[in-house]
């Protein structure tokens, strides 16, 4: 699925490039958001599966030289660390 929004010069499309895309100033620089959502604690760390996943959908975008393109890539999960 995907669904892209904008008005004027912002845009923001989900499950496209990544979760989440904005684009907000229309120079083509986006900010990408990768969203973990766990019912259980602690299930996003430095050994899980899903924060890996990201990581992996980073680094396709330094493989296909798209990095100019990028203002943040952030992480939003649902549980808070200690």
Do not use: C, Y
């Not at 669904?3 to 620089?29: K, P, Y």
């Amino acid at each position: 699925m995907s669904l892209i929004a904008g008005r004027g010069d912002s845009a923001v499309a989900i499950e496209t490039l990544d979760d989440i895309v904005m684009e907000g100033d229309g120079s083509g620089v986006r900010d990408f958001e990768q969203l973990k959502h766990s019912i259980r604690p602690d299930s996003l760390t430095n050994r899980s599966r899903p924060l890996w996943k990201a990581l992996d959908a980073w680094m396709d975008l330094a493989d296909h030289a798209k990095l100019d393109e990028v203002g943040k890539l952030m992480l939003v999960a649902t549980h808070r660390g200690a």
